[in-house]
């Protein structure tokens, strides 16, 4: 004869039953998995001084990345008879690289737009003719690139992927939870 039930058992070790450390027991594998299981254990927000600083340190790489950039525009190789511009590479490479910093710094999509704001202000006004005739960024097939890309490159890392905190990081509530 089996022995009464004092409760609900916990799983064994290692076996089919056993989950995650401090998973509760109503989270599914799959809520367990992908992370939104139980929210008990939220991570803290960052300081505010630390946030700033990360805005700022973006808003300073967009900045330079811009000025570098148009200067480095007519700058490259020749392979092939196809131009490969540095500047290019650099709004290509440098932007998609500090706006990942930067949004993995604040956690927030508006981290990686941060590079955007202070990138295209100095490539517009270095891009603009002048009436002494001065022109930086000049209207070739490498210039209408290197805007284009560098300015996708920030809105791509911000669109893709989700958003750790901010205002467009959703949560779906715990499965079994009626909200």
Known sequence: MPRPSTGPRS??????DAGAAGARPED????RVTGLGSTDRLPANPPRLFLAAAYALGL?????LGLYGVVWVPEGLRLGGVFLS???LLALVGNTAVALLVRWLTGTRLGALVVL??????????GSSRPEGDLMLRATT???LFLALGALAPVTVAVVGTAKRGLTAFT???PGSSR
């Open 172 to 174: 779906l509530p715990p």
């Open 117 to 126: 704001i202070g990138w295209a202000p100095v490539v517009l006004a270095l």
């Open 28 to 31: 599914s594998i799959a809520a």
């Open 86 to 88: 540095v500047g290019l």
């Open 11 to 16: 799983p064994a070790p290692g076996g089919p």
């Open 142 to 144: 490498t210039g209408y």
């Open 60 to 64: 300073v790489l967009g900045f330079v």
